[in-house]
C-alpha cells in the first residue's frame, strides 16, 4: 500500500494549501483532478496485478469491461453530465474543509475535470491491459503527470547461514505459523482497492465514507478484536445523524464523534432513514464476508444480521399508473404531435417513431424494465407459431439481464402489433441495424442504455403535471401486474412475464414447446383503455 500512502502525504500536502487558500485557484482544481485521476490508476493496476495466466477468459472479460466502461465516460464527458460525479467532488472538497455550493462555478468546473479524469483513467487502463505501459493519456491536464505506481525496494540480502559441523544435529524447523487477521484499516484498503472496478461512483463514494466512519469509531486494530456489539454501537451512533448531514456546513470536516456529539445538541432534525441505515449495515457486512472469500480471514461475521427489512416509509412507493393518467401521457405530443423531433413537449404535427415513441408503450404491455427494453435487438423479436413474441436475453456483448430469471421469452401484445411495432423492426432490419433503438448509446457509470431516455421520460412526465414522486418508468411493470391480477391471471404465469424468480419452472425454460401460449392469452385479456386507433393514425397523414 505505499502508492496508498503516498498519495495520503499528497493530500495532507494538498490540504494546507487549499486551507491557506481558500479562493481555491485554478491551479488547485487542475491538482485535485490530477490527484484523483492518480488514484484511479493506482487502483486499476491493483486490479490487473490480481487477474492471473489460469483462465484467460478472465482476461477478455475484464478487457471487455474495461472498454465498455471507456465509452460510458466519454458519453458522460460529452454531455457534460457533470452531476453523475458531484457526490465525488463534494467528497474530496470536504475532506479537505472546504465548502462549496454545487452551484458554484468552481465546483462545477472540478467536476467537469473529474469527468476528464474518468475518460483519462480508463484509456490508460484499457492499453495497459493490452501491455502498453508507455501509454499517456491525449488529455494534456494529464498526460505529463507521473502515475507510474513506485517500484518496491529490494529487499536486503540475507546472510547464508553458516554450516553445522557435522557432529552437530540440525535443529528441528520450527512449525509454520497459521497468518493472522489482518489490521482493520488494512483490510479497509485491501476491500476499497478490490472492489473500485465493480462499485459505481456513487456505490464507491458512499462506502468510503461509511469506511471512514467506521475506522475513526474503532480505530486500528485487528480484525478478529472486532465484535459484534462494535458493530452495534457503529449503527447506533449512525442513527443519530441527521439525514442531510453532508449538505450541512456545521459538519464540514468533523470528525465521525464529532459529528455524533453536534447532532445530540440539536433538535427537530430528520435523521438517517432506515434504508440507509442498512446500507452502511450492508456495507460492513459485505466487506467481511468478502475478507473471508479471500482468504484474509476466518471467523463469523460481526456484521451480519443488522439489515432491517422493515419499510420505514421515508421514500416514495412505486405505485401503477392510473387510467387517466396513462390517457394524459399517451394523449400527449409526443405520441400525438409534436412541434418536432427535438421538441416534443409542445404540440405539432410530427410524430417521430422512435425509442422515445416505442420504449414506454413496450414497458406498459410487456413489462420488461427499461434496460431491458433499451437493449433489444432486431433479431430478439421473432415469430412462433402465429404469436409474435421478444426475447429477453444477457450475453457479453449485449450486457447481461438483472438476474437469471430475468433470461425470458414474453408475447407481444396485439396492440403493440396494432400500432406498428413490427414496421419499426423491419425498418430496423432493413437498414441494416442491430438494434432496434440505433439512436441510443451507453451513458452513466455502469455504461447503460437507458441513461438517456430515462432522463428524458423524468422530465417529459413532470412537464405534463404527472409530478407524483411514485410514479416513475418502473411503473409500468406494476400497471401490468397490476391489470393481470385483476384479470384473475395465476401468479406464477405473472412472475414468469415480469422475470422474477420462484420455485416452478419458469416458462424460459420450455417456451419453445408452446406452454408460451398461456402467458400470450393472458396478455390479451388486458385492455388500459388506450385509443389504439388515434394513437396509429397521429402523425400520419
Known amino acids: 500500500m505505499k502508492e496508498a500512502r503516498r498519495l495520503v502525504v499528497a493530500t495532507d500536502v494538498l490540504f494546507t494549501m487549499l486551507t491557506n487558500n481558500p479562493d ?77 455550493e454545487r452551484k458554484d462555478p468552481r465546483f462545477q468546473e472540478l467536476c467537469r475535470k473529474l469527468l476528464r479524469a474518468n475518460v483519462a483513467s480508463k484509456e490508460v487502463y484499457a492499453k495497459r491491459h493490452e501491455g502498453n505501459y508507455g501509454y499517456r493519456p491525449r488529455d494534456p491536464l494529464f498526460a505529463g503527470k507521473e502515475y507510474a505506481p513506485p517500484v518496491a525496494a529490494p529487499a536486503p540480502p540475507v546472510a547464508a547461514p553458516s554450516v553445522a559441523a557435522p557432529s552437530v544435529a540440525a535443529p528441528v524447523a520450527p512449525p509454520v505459523a497459521t497468518p493472522s487477521a489482518p489490521q482493520l484499516f488494512d483490510l479497509i484498503d485491501k476491500h476499497l482497492a478490490f472492489m473500485a472496478r465493480e462499485w459505481n461512483p456513487q456505490t464507491l463514494v458512499q462506502n468510503r465514507t461509511t469506511f471512514r466512519f467506521f475506522r475513526e469509531h474503532l480505530g486500528d486494530r485487528s480484525v478478529s478484536d472486532v465484535s459484534k456489539r462494535d458493530v452495534s454501537e457503529f449503527l447506533e451512533k449512525l442513527r443519530c445523524l441527521p439525514a442531510k448531514y453532508g449538505q450541512d456546513r456545521a459538519f464540514r470536516g468533523l470528525s465521525f464523534s464529532a459529528m455524533v456529539d453536534k447532532a445530540a445538541s440539536m433538535v427537530g432534525m430528520a435523521l438517517l432513514s432506515r434504508k440507509t441505515i442498512n446500507r452502511h449495515a450492508s456495507a460492513v457486512s459485505g466487506m467481511f ?117 430475468s433470461n425470458r421469452t414474453v408475447p407481444i401484445h396485439p396492440d403493440l402489433i396494432a400500432l406498428g411495432l413490427l414496421d419499426h423492426v423491419d425498418a430496423m432490419r432493413t437498414a441494416g441495424d442491430l438494434s432496434l433503438w440505433p439512436e441510443l448509446s451507453r451513458g452513466g457509470a455502469d455504461g447503460k442504455l437507458s441513461v438517456s431516455i430515462s432522463k428524458w421520460f423524468g422530465r417529459y412526465v413532470t412537464g405534463l403535471g404527472l409530478d407524483d414522486p411514485a410514479l416513475v418508468f418502473h411503473s409500468f411493470r406494476h400497471s401490468l401486474a397490476t391489470a393481470l391480477r385483476g384479470e384473475g391471471v395465476a401468479e406464477s404465469l405473472i412472475t414468469d412475464i415480469l422475470g422474477h424468480e420462484h420455485g416452478s419452472i419458469s416458462f424460459r425454460v420450455y417456451a419453445e414447446k408452446g406452454a408460451v401460449k398461456p402467458m400470450y392469452e393472458a396478455l390479451c385479456r388486458i385492455s388500459f383503455g388506450l385509443d389504439i386507433e388515434k394513437l396509429r393514425t397521429a402523425g400520419r397523414m
Open 24 to 100: 481555491l485557484t485554478q491551479a488547485e482544481i487542475d491538482e485535485l483532478a490530477s490527484q484523483w485521476f492518480r488514484e484511479a490508476i493506482a487502483r486499476g493496476e491493483q486490479v490487473l496485478t490480481r487477474l492471473t495466466p489460469e483462465d484467460p477468459d478472465d482476461f477478455d472479460a475484464e478487457q471487455r469491461y474495461a472498454l465498455r466502461r471507456l465509452e460510458g465516460a466519454k458519453e458522460l464527458l460529452r454531455i457534460n453530465d457533470w452531476q453523475v460525479v458531484a457526490d465525488i467532488a463534494s467528497e474530496i472538497l470536504a475532506e479537505r474543509g472546504i465548502a462549496l
Open 289 to 405: 464476508g468478502w475478507a473471508e472469500k479471500h482468504g484474509y480471514w476466518e471467523g463469523k461475521n460481526p456484521a451480519s444480521g443488522f439489515i432491517d427489512k422493515r419499510s420505514d416509509g421515508t421514500g416514495p412507493k412505486r405505485r401503477p399508473w392510473r387510467k387517466e393518467e396513462l390517457e394524459i401521457l399517451f394523449g400527449s405530443p409526443a405520441w400525438m404531435g409534436a412541434k418536432s423531433a427535438n421538441i416534443r413537449s409542445k404540440p405539432g404535427l410530427v410524430v417521430e417513431r422512435d425509442a422515445k415513441y416505442w420504449v414506454p408503450l413496450i414497458g406498459l404491455y410487456s413489462g420488461l424494465r427499461l434496460e431491458e427494453i433499451c437493449k433489444l435487438r432486431v433479431k430478439d423479436i421473432r415469430q412462433t407459431g402465429d404469436m409474435w413474441v421478444i426475447d429477453v436475453t444477457g450475453d457479453a456483448k449485449n450486457g447481461r439481464v438483472k438476474e437469471d430469471a
